[in-house]
């Protein structure tokens, strides 16, 4: 595209005059900046580098972020607004400055002074630090929420915690991954406002003492054991363009005594010094496996210790205003983001009962109207379990508490189902065996008004199979939420050239109502406009190939085929069916030395749970493949394959624009939705995917002729597995499969060491294949054959990709946080 960023940007930026507070400021952004060089920094800013504009400009637009938060704030009590709680162990922001430069309405103005000071905005923005405060879906999705609460202007609050590390750093060494910390906060982020007043004591361990008062009344007291005090740290997220700031307030843990004064004045300095270190390690790190809980004690730690200070400060907004309890879930509402904040289901119950001295009946009523909990997986091996023994040790009372939840919960379904004896101890909130545990995903349906999944399928596999009992016990809780992402971050940001492009062609409406986009369906036949739209598409490709040469050191051609598989490494996502289909048109390439075929290039990224092993040796497989891929003067022109390091959403955001052809591929029946798959059509990619998760609901919207499923779907796989599946069968039946397995099974890509994937040779066969890659090798690998010869033909390839574009504005966050409104938080914009 030739035209300048200044001919565009006329269309992006609405007005602001609208939004700003009457006389809140007569300086402009860029002097702002200057004065935080110099009196907030303490450095010379008279000259300016990256560093010292990036700095001052974070200050000068926190300070217009402050001023609308704490007005925005004011409202909501003068309002008396009711308040939603979104409560997640996990957010994953990506970087600040652009987005809320965007959302603010101070693109140009950030701009303009940057020019004037010889820097450009794409320059400094590296400055920033991402934080990784999660693992990956989940936290990402609890973010684009927050932006789309924002956006429509809702009285919303994030919680979580501030962990010092986020999710460690990939780096590829010899092809394997090694993990190293994430020190995020090394250079501190102005982002995050240390709130020191904010703070509240959070007990672990100790004794429930009970005793009769004088009315004659049980009373229970938790004390003793020991107490961390919980600081807020707040994190702004601005509305697009609205005036509205809202926050995501992140517990930190501190010592709850600075030294153990005893013990330091015996001269035991350091022991009083590794206490308070012991302290603090409950926000120190988050835990880096993806759908899959660690029984950790500290995880669990980590969990009370969010959601009790979580509780206390909505407890504290809620007795300012005067009301009787029974308010309470009138006033608030709170959305459990999978059933790691579920343990605030009996705290509340704790504080009410042991603290505010409610009855039992009364205290419940208000839980069971405040809770609503969203259920994001259903691997089996993800649902959430404790030791009945370790919550006994740590939180005795709550043990107590969820003790006399279960007792009466399973008293009521005796009752009403009286010739079902079975029942009861299948949906018990505690599991029998020899070891005891408390399944938190049942104590989050007992104590929640409702319970959703995340896609129509993943919903209906819940009450299908998952949480089929609790249906009949509660029919009207369960409810479908499909998952949508920002269109400001996974559009207007990541992908500039096709903003413009759209904004020139719709008018920008789109950046707030994503189902303008449906309009671009009447632009298909417009030669020109699919000329610039395939041009936009070129630019993306162009710099990400850029990338790829500078931090791999490997050319790749933009005009293959961008084909893109990013997101955690797990079995069921099966990156495995990716490598294996690459592994057999090398094989293809190399015996047919003179093939006509678009060449393409194929990119991994994504993390693996550092003890997960068996992702661990698929990353080095994946490494190994590409290393033999990209060395051979065989393949060099046809093939290339990349595995790009540590994939975090900075990455994301390059890779997504540049992406012709989106992986989606899980087993049927295992993603609940994935919102990776809407990032990449969002922007124009084609998906290759099975019918899974969020897959289904795309294919509905884009078309089916403009997306390529395939595989075996959810009933199939159930069926297959009933029959009893023999991986065997397929590795007799298909050479072209054999030979590729074998290859795995031999030293071709480890030259010298042949056993280096036996472990996956052998899961994959004897193992049973329990993800079912072998039944769905040969349907992948036909419909790559189809997507290699469509994408030659470019006019019908450029109109498909049109299509995605112009169908995906169901997916956006704020069509399904507007759902959660209505369907679930009864709640009122504030604007
Ligand atoms: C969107 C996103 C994810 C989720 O991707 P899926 O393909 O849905 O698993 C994970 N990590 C990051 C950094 C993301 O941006």
């Not at 598409?537 to 791999?552: G, M, Q, S």
Request: proline share 4%.
């Amino acid at each position: 595209m030739s035209k300048d960023v200044k001919d565009y940007l006329h269309l992006l930026d609405k007005p602001l005059d609208e939004f700003e507070a009457p006389g809140a400021r007569n300086s402009t952004l860029g002097e702002d900046a200057l004065w935080h060089v110099l009196y907030s920094l303490g450095q010379d800013n008279t000259y300016l580098n990256k560093r010292k504009a990036y700095w001052g400009l974070v200050l000068a637009v926190r300070d217009r972020m402050l001023e609308k938060w704490t007005a925005v704030q004011r409202k909501y009590y003068a309002n008396d607004d009711k308040r939603l709680y979104y409560l997640s162990l996990e957010f994953l922001p990506g970087k600040f400055l652009r987005g809320n430069l965007l959302a603010l309405g101070l693109e140009n103005e950030a701009h303009e002074f940057l020019h004037e000071h010889d820097l450009s905005l794409d320059e400094i923005v590296d400055e920033e630090c991402e934080p990784g405060l999660g693992n990956g879906g989940l936290g990402r999705l609890a973010s684009c929420y927050m932006d789309s609460m924002a956006t429509l202007g809702l009285p919303a609050y994030g919680y979580g915690i501030r962990y010092s590390y986020g999710l460690f750093r990939q780096e590829i060494r010899n092809g394997h991954q090694v993990e190293q910390p994430d020190n995020w906060l090394h250079e501190g982020s102005h982002w995050l406002i240390p709130r020191p007043h904010n703070l509240f004591p959070i007990r672990f361990y100790g004794t429930v003492n009970e005793w009769l008062d004088d009315d004659g009344m049980l009373r229970h007291d938790w004390r003793g054991g020991d107490l961390v005090m919980a600081m807020a740290n707040d994190m702004y997220v601005p509305g697009y363009r609205n005036g509205h700031v809202n926050s995501i307030r992140l517990w930190e843990a501190r010592p709850h005594k600075e030294f153990v004064l005893s013990s330091f004045n015996a001269g035991d300095y350091i022991g009083s010094v590794q206490e308070k270190i012991s302290d603090e390690n409950i926000s120190m790190v988050l835990y880096p496996s993806d759908d899959a809980p660690e029984g950790k004690t500290l995880r669990l730690k980590q969990q009370y210790f969010f959601v009790a200070a979580t509780m206390r400060d909505m407890v504290r907004r809620f007795k300012k205003l005067n009301k009787p309890w029974d308010q309470l879930p009138e006033k608030n509402v709170v959305q459990l983001n999978e059933t790691h904040p579920a343990i605030a289901i009996p705290e509340l119950m704790r504080m009410l009962l042991d603290e505010e001295l409610l009855g039992w009946e009364e205290a419940w009523c208000i839980c069971q109207k405040l809770f609503a909990y969203t259920n994001h997986t259903i691997l089996p091996e993800a649902l959430e379990t404790w030791p009945v023994k370790l919550i006994e040790r740590l939180l005795p009372r709550h043990m107590q508490i969820i003790y006399e939840i279960n007792r009466r919960f399973l008293e009521e379904v005796r009752l009403h189902f009286r010739d079902e004896p079975e029942l009861p101890s299948r949906v018990s909130l505690i599991s029998a065996g020899p070891e005891q545990r408390v399944r938190m995903s049942h104590l989050a349906i007992v104590g929640s008004f409702s319970v959703n999944g995340v896609s129509s399928l993943h919903t209906q596999i819940l009450k299908d199979r998952v949480f089929h009992d609790f249906i009949r016990i509660f029919p009207d809780r369960f409810n479908n939420k499909t998952n949508g992402i920002t269109p400001r971050r996974w559009l207007r940001q990541c992908n500039v050239p096709l903003s413009w492009l759209l904004s020139e062609h719709l008018g920008c409406n789109w950046i707030t109502d994503l189902t303008q986009l449906k309009k671009l369906r009447e632009l298909v036949d417009d030669v020109e406009f699919r000329h610039d739209w395939e041009q936009c598409r070129l630019t993306n490709k162009k710099r990400l190939a850029d990338y790829i040469e500078k931090v791999n050191g490997i050319t790749v051609n933009p005009h293959s085929i961008f084909d893109v598989q990013v997101k955690r490494f797990h079995e069921y996502k099966r990156q495995l069916l990716n490598i294996l289909h690459i592994i057999s048109l090398y094989n293809n390439i190399r015996r047919n030395p003179d093939v006509k075929m678009q060449p393409c290039t194929f990119i991994f990224g994504g993390k693996a749970a550092p003890s997960y092993q068996m992702a661990k040796d698929i990353i080095y497989l994946i490494n190994c493949v590409a290393r033999r891929v990209n060395s051979d003067p065989h393949t060099r022109n046809f093939l290339k394959v990349i595995f790009l390091a540590n994939y975090n959403v900075s990455l994301a955001q390059l890779l997504v624009p540049a992406t012709d052809v989106s992986e989606q591929i899980s087993t049927a029946g295992y993603e609940a939705s994935g919102t990776g798959n809407m990032k990449f059509a969002l922007n124009g990619a084609l998906t290759i995917g099975t019918r899974d998760g969020a897959n289904i609901e795309i294919g509905e919207r884009v078309g089916d002729g403009n997306i390529y499923l395939f595989g075996l779907c959810e009933k199939e796989v159930l069926a297959l597995r009933r029959r009893g599946y023999d991986p065997w069968e397929f590795y007799k039946n298909d050479s072209e499969l054999r030979e590729v397995l074998d290859m795995i099974n031999s030293d071709q890509f480890t030259p010298g060491d042949s056993t280096a994937f036996s472990s996956i040779f052998n899961s994959l066969l004897t193992g049973g294949d329990p993800f079912m890659v072998l039944a769905d090798y040969r349907a992948y690998v036909e419909t790559h054959k189809r997507i290699s010869h469509e994408y030659v033909d470019r006019d019908l390839w450029i109109k498909k990709s049109i299509m995605n574009t112009a169908g995906m504005g169901y997916f956006s966050s704020d069509r399904a946080v507007k759902e959660y409104i209505d369907g679930i938080w009864s709640l009122e914009p504030d604007v």
